[in-house]
């Protein structure tokens, strides 16, 4: 069965500090989808980044990036100096081949940058 | 103007209210979802819908209506609600129905049943 579990509940840092989103999948799929969504306070979700499970390139975009290893299920996102702007919450989500069309969230991170 | 539109924003009601949610979305996508986002818990898919036909029914209460009259456009009905169904309730679209598509969701409706 899919599951995305996020162990970190609330990460808090200080501006310009690196920090790291963990986040661990279970599927029994050989082909299957990773994302990343960004939960602003404004509520709505905002999509980051998809994977493919054939994929497991490492990807930098700005000060974001991920981290995808398939040895030990993990999809970690990286943001390289943080800024104010990046507190939010932070979901992972997977989507198997043969679980159909369902988007499966994990639980989600707050993050909080502090000036 | 934002591709997917939620109204209302807020809503507060009683348990033996009826009101409905609505969703509009204006991106041309041909499926669209409603998902239920509780304090510190995963978000829940409830309803997908794709080209106006439901195709998932995530065993969802029967208090839970949804209605989709058109391919921009989704409803969620409510009526005789508890409160721990108080939460936040997300609509978002995709190009098509697919295991990889991305989603693109509205700001949301804060449901509060007293």
């Known amino acids: 069965a899919q599951k995305v579990t996020q162990a970190q509940t609330e990460i808090s840092v200080v501006e310009k500090e690196d920090v790291t989103l963990d986040c661990v999948y279970e599927?029994?799929?050989?082909?299957?989808?990773l994302f990343w969504y960004k939960q602003p306070p404004s509520g709505e979700l905002v999509f980051l980044i998809r994977?493919?499970?054939?994929?497991?390139q490492n990807e930098i975009s700005g000060r974001y990036s991920w981290n995808f290893q398939k040895s030990t299920s993990s999809f970690n996102f990286t943001i390289t100096a943080s800024q104010v702007v990046d507190s939010a919450v932070y979901f992972c989500a997977l989507s198997e081949a043969t679980g159909g069309f369902k988007t499966i969230f994990g639980a989600g991170t707050r993050l909080f940058v502090k000036a | 103007e934002t591709g997917v539109t939620q109204t209302p924003r807020h809503l507060v009601m009683g348990m033996t209210n009826k009101k409905s949610l609505k969703c509009e979305q204006h991106?041309?996508?041909?499926?669209m979802y409603w998902y239920k986002q509780s304090a510190k818990k995963p978000l829940e898919l409830m309803f997908v819908?794709?080209?106006?036909?439901?195709?998932e029914n995530n065993s969802v209460p029967s208090r839970f209506s949804p209605e989709c009259p058109n391919s921009s456009h989704l409803f969620l009905h409510l009526h005789t609600l508890q409160p721990e169904d108080s939460a936040l309730y997300l609509c978002?679209?995709?190009?098509?129905?697919?295991?990889?598509?991305?989603?693109?969701f509205g700001s949301g409706t804060q449901l509060s049943v007293l």
């Open positions: 994977r493919n499970s054939f994929d497991e």
């Open positions: 599927t029994r799929d050989t082909t299957y989808y």
């Open positions: 978002a679209s995709s190009q098509v129905l697919g295991k990889n598509e991305k989603l693109f």
């Open positions: 819908y794709s080209l106006e036909e439901r195709v």
């Open positions: 991106l041309g996508h041909n499926a």
